[in-house]
């Protein structure tokens, strides 16, 4: 049976269906970039005040280092899952560099059944990681208030 | 490196070379050059020297404006500072961040020699004396 329509509507219909799924999938992503950045704004200021309280009671533990480490590796390793959820909020180098940091956090945390280890400079370097992933992620915080 | 990742890895190694006491930390009067001209507060300066540079921390007192309400408030921060031979602030950490607060405690904590004072209270054997 011929159709009622052209065939030049039926080539336009199919050209503009392409294009709706194009803008489709465009929007779908759009909605799941705005939902990351509503969640990481609403997510990451508690993340760093939860990391910011973990880096200092691991600075009172150096402080009198070994004495507490069993102590000092709790805190370490709420910090290596604390970085672990704030990963999905990053983009790019800094989610790259911070990545590193939680699985060097999260492998020391395993690593305290050797007692020789972390020595005081391998604590210490840990405490700086923690300091620096804190700088990162307010700058981050920052950052996203102008988006 | 980002320059405020550079100012953060320089308040850590001050607190680790202060918690391994391989700097010291000395209270002194607060400069007049730091307080000259203002009604501001510094409760507690310390002062060091490392690699012939002099380092000023102290927690600084001093009023906001709230303008919402219209009034004055008295507020604080801590402020790590590179001094010159006169006392005048070269350079000041512009941001309050944790390893600040940290690497104030912990010289805070030196310079009161609280841990000592603290075991020499709590000698039983020295009780008799």
Not at chain 1, 76 to 93: C, D, E, Q, R, Y
Request: with cysteine; net charge negative; hydrophobic share 35%.
């Amino acid at each position: 049976m011929a159709s009622f329509f052209p065939q030049w509507t039926q080539d336009l219909n199919t050209g503009l269906s392409f294009v709706g799924f194009l803008i489709t999938a465009y929007t779908l992503y759009e909605v799941k970039r705005i939902k990351a950045s509503f969640l990481a704004r609403a997510r990451l200021p508690d993340i760093i005040k939860e990391l910011s309280k973990n880096g200092s009671s691991l600075n009172t533990i150096l402080g009198t280092w070994p004495s507490q480490r069993n102590e000092a590796r709790s805190h370490i390793k709420v910090s290596a899952t604390l970085l672990k959820s704030a990963l999905p909020m990053l983009t790019g180098t800094d989610k790259k560099e911070l990545s590193k940091i939680q699985e060097k956090l999260a492998s020391a945390s395993k690593g305290f059944s050797d007692p020789s280890y972390p020595n005081t400079n391998e604590a210490w370097d840990i405490y700086s990681d923690i300091q620096s992933c804190i700088t990162t992620l307010t700058q981050v915080s920052k950052n996203m208030k102008w988006e | 490196m980002h320059p405020e990742e550079k100012v953060t890895a320089l308040i850590v190694k001050l607190n680790k070379l202060s918690s391994l006491g391989q700097i010291k930390w000395e209270v002194r009067d607060a400069p007049r050059a730091i307080l000259r001209g203002t009604d501001d507060y510094i409760p507690l300066f310390m002062s060091t020297s490392y690699k012939g540079q002099r380092f000023g921390l102290f927690e600084h007192r001093y009023q906001a404006y709230d303008g919402e309400h219209e009034r004055f408030y008295w507020t604080n921060r801590i402020i790590l500072a590179i001094l010159d031979w006169e006392d005048r602030a070269l350079w000041e950490t512009n941001s309050q961040t944790p390893a600040l607060f940290d690497l104030f405690e912990t010289a805070r904590k030196k310079v009161s020699n609280i841990d000592g004072l603290l075991d020499e209270l709590l000698d039983e054997e020295g009780d008799e004396a």
